[in-house]
């Protein structure tokens, strides 16, 4: 299949005119019903906005693939989109059903000088949205609806100006919601996130039985999170929530598991030890082997004597 190139859209109102859509009433937000939206005689279509996405759709007649997975609709599924990310609409051509559901689009220049401007980077499903679409319960779909359907009230009222900071005000609601619901998709979505810290163990068992280790030294987080088609905030979200531990963390038991095994069972010297662990220099590794065990490598080996 030939790379095909993203169809960029600098503005909302590009957007609006692609989708054949009345012009945006704000140039910097908009509040769209995806029942307006234009049907797409595509087989498949892929896309960059340089504004912020935030979507909520039913029975549509195609998938939505960002990261490494496709997602669906039939359970309400709910997606966010940062600016500058690309994605991928595949067709289902002999799909009969109408689409339905909300679309929201703002601007990065809308939040300009205001504290959401920096604060909506924090959001980290705008990162690990590439891998995880947020699926919601039907009460809480009824929430995010609510919160939409004032937004556009606002969106289609005069302008004055309290405007924006309604619409910032509701937007900062649905954010926070958003970020509530996220939280317990991690703990009721154990099965899936378990697979992951499964493969999570074999990708660092194999890093770490390899001589790459020896020459590069430990893998970064976003080495190990590419590996498991991951971002890098998905992985120490997961691992902060199961394990209590960040990425960095992790890696760091990881390497403390393998050192007190070299130590117990060879006579290698604390530098060589060092050294296969791909450290540089052997006083680092002693000084992070005694901030984990709160014993310097010799007295740990000392202990097994």
Do not use: C
Not at 170 to 194: G, S
Not at 259 to 277: G, N, Q, R, V, Y
Request: no cysteine; glycine share 4%.
């Amino acid at each position: 299949m030939p790379n095909i190139q993203p169809r960029r859209f600098k503005t909302i109102t590009e957007f609006h005119e692609f989708r054949e859509l009345p012009k945006p009433e704000h140039p910097l937000i908009s509040v769209i019903n995806v029942e307006m939206m234009n049907d797409l005689q595509v087989d498949e279509l892929h896309l960059v906005k340089d504004f912020y996405s935030i979507a909520m759709k039913r029975n549509l007649n195609y998938k939505l693939k960002y990261g490494q997975n496709a997602y669906d609709f039939d359970e309400g599924v709910m997606f966010f989109m940062a600016p500058g990310q690309p994605f991928k609409l595949l067709f289902d051509k002999n799909a009969t059903i109408k689409q339905s559901g909300w679309m929201l689009l703002i601007h990065p220049d809308f939040l300009w000088n205001t504290p959401l401007a920096k604060a909506i980077r924090q959001y980290e499903y705008f990162s690990y949205s590439a891998n995880e679409a947020l699926f919601l319960s039907e009460k809480e779909e009824a929430m995010m609806n609510g919160i939409v359907q004032n937004m556009e009230q606002e969106y289609h009222s005069n302008i004055d100006l309290f405007s924006q900071k309604v619409i910032l005000a509701q937007l900062e609601l649905l954010l926070t919601y958003a970020d509530r619901f996220y939280q317990r998709q991690f703990i009721t979505r154990k099965i899936v996130n378990h697979e992951i810290l499964a493969r999570l163990e074999n990708v660092l068992d194999t890093y770490f039985n390899s001589d790459i280790l020896m020459r590069n030294g430990l893998p970064t987080v976003g080495y190990i999170a590419d590996e498991l088609n991951v971002s890098p905030n998905y992985l120490g979200s997961l691992l902060k929530m199961l394990t209590g531990q960040n990425a960095q963390q992790h890696l760091h038991s990881k390497l403390i598991e393998i050192a007190k095994e070299k130590l117990t069972s060879t006579d290698l010297s604390i530098s060589e030890i060092a050294f296969a662990l791909g450290f540089e220099h052997s006083q680092s590794f002693s000084k992070l082997f005694k901030n984990k065990t709160e014993l310097s490598p010799l007295e740990f080996r000392a202990s097994f004597n």
